[in-house]
């Protein structure tokens, strides 16, 4: 991919470390392994999967074009945003090339992006070439085609920005490890005690009101959470109070707004976020307020940076990062998605989730513990389906370090050095050549050993299920943890319930969920 650059206002914020920083770059770029709830002590380094140099697969050339400049990019948006909606932008192009594998613009295109021009792989098979770091680069390509100004993070380049092969990758993915490790015994009880504080509220309102958000109402709680268990700090009790997720929503918008469609008529829209860049100093306070609670709330976070060789207000800008961009909006995607594919299910699906949660939990003298919880093949199956379903990260990136022989199930290609590859994660994760009924929603789908063993092919952390975080790859440090938390949210919600009502509705990041009944726990 070629660098772009975006045209950001200056923004220098006063933050309480005033050592002078690393001069960042300016190139523009844009939580087989038994079920198990633990978090990962030791991140192993293992290599992951990699394409055959040679292939006994036909070579194809790979299929489509990217049309005249400006004008093919510009409507492969357009295409993208409204005139398809993106599932299917990328089916009609699957049907029309008759290949998984082709080119195509990925959005924002003109003018945030000066290269939209990607090589798509849409099938279980080739998406995995993504993972494996030896044959692509990451620098630069966390958001796709074009990043946002480095200015709404400080002035650097944070990690989820880094390629395994530049050094601060391993001392700031050591300090994630650093973080999840030492504040593990935290979890499970500050997740009970600010969950449970969610389900008293939303039970109360819904008495009152006939229906509550659980979207809304799981932001300050998932907010609440990650500080609680994490720094142990209430963000209620400091000056940012209830703000946080307020504030981490605006700056999110301000890095992806390029990538989202808010619903606004198309020609604001295509003009306001999809065309230009939003101005950095706009988020300049509300970004500021962030930062300020971590860094008065992590001081053992930043000693241990300091240790590592990463300066305090370095550390504390990807603990922002990672705590409010990545683990904040996995949580708020995610559980929401969760809630919704459990609560379409029904009642049966209900009642025997409540059935072996209540059971393993009284086994361990009713706690909720991790042990439990791994009596609850169901339970976790359910977590594991919603992940393979709708992955709370759609799309992935990457830039082939040399010259590759990608293979799809029916056909090989040869992609040249310096391509950019993208992935669109739902069609590998639905691919119907590995899962049976793909597009279905089938809640016991990985119980029992042999369906086990196709966790291999759950992709949502930036790595197969099967593989473990280390500094050496690209998945997601908190994989464990997200899982973890996830299984937590369903246990917690059928310790006190029966079964729930829901509805619905569209959301700029993923969905919003209204609970329209809770039947308090009967047995």
Known sequence: MASSSLPFSSLKLQFPSQKSRTQPSHRRQLFFRPISSSLSEKPSIKPTPTSPAITKLPIREIPGDYGLPFVGPLKDRLDYFYDQGREEFFKSRIQKYRSTVFRVNMPPGPFLSSNPRVVALLDGKSFPVLFDTDKVEKRDIFTGTYMPSIELTGGYRVLSYLDPSEPMHAKLKNLMFYLLKSRRDMILPEFSSTYGELFENLEKDLASKG??????????????????????S??????????????????????????????????????????????????????????????????SVLDEAENMGISREEACHNLVFAICFNSFGGMKLFFSNLIKWIGRSGVKLHTQLAEEIRSAVKSSNGNITMSAMEQMPLMKSVVYESLRIEPPVPLQFGKAKRDLVIESHDAAFNVREGEMLFGFQPSATRDPRIFDRADEFLPERFVGEDNEKLLKHVLWSNGPETETPSVSNKQCAGKDFVVLAARLLVTELFIRYDSFEIEVGASPLGVSVTLTSLKRASF
Do not use: C, M
């Open 234 to 299: 209430n963000p209620l009790e400091t000056k940012l109070g209830s703000d946080g997720p307020k504030l981490v929503s605006k700056w999110v918008l301000f890095q992806l707004g390029p990538l989202l469609k808010l619903g606004l008529p198309k020609l604001v829209e295509e003009t306001l976020i999809h065309t230009f860049p939003l101005p950095a100093n706009l988020v300049k306070k509300d970004y500021q307020k962030l930062y300020d609670f971590f860094y008065q709330s992590s001081t």
């Open 211 to 232: 229906k509550v958000s659980f979207t809304e109402a799981n932001d300050q709680a998932a907010f609440n959470f990650l500080a609680r268990a994490f720094f142990g």
